[in-house]
């Protein structure tokens, strides 16, 4: 696509994995709210931080990039986020992020 410039089906994008699912028009600001609903549950430094390993490292060679990846993922085993992930998970209930 990007090479040779060509058009491809929405239904093709998600069978390629490019996008990960296709809906109507008329369901798609539902759908975005669900997406967006799911994300705002998830930690914001671990979002953050695999958006930044996944900029940074595109044009890396693959030993950086993972040395990259690792340091970054080492840094969030100091987080507040993760100690509330493992106290709900222990206290089986849904955690609270604070992005600290």
């Known amino acids: 696509m990007a ?3 060509e058009w491809i089906s929405a239904d093709r994008a998600c069978e390629l ?3 990960n699912r296709v809906v109507d028009d008329d ?3 539902d759908a975005t709210r669900e997406v967006a609903s799911k ?3 998830k930690p914001p430094l671990t979002l953050g931080t ?3 390993v996944i900029n940074k490292s595109w044009g890396m060679e693959l030993d950086g990039a993972m ?5 970054e993922n080492m840094s969030l085993f100091y ?3 993760l100690k509330e992930g493992i106290r709900a998970f ?3 209930r849904k955690p609270v992020f604070k992005g600290r």
């Open 3 to 5: 090479f040779f410039g």
């Open 17 to 19: 994995g490019v996008v």
């Open 27 to 29: 369901k798609l600001q």
């Open 39 to 41: 994300l705002a549950e």
């Open 50 to 52: 695999i958006k930044a």
């Open 67 to 71: 040395e990259y990846q690792l340091r």
């Open 79 to 81: 987080t507040e986020d």
């Open 90 to 92: 222990l206290e089986k």
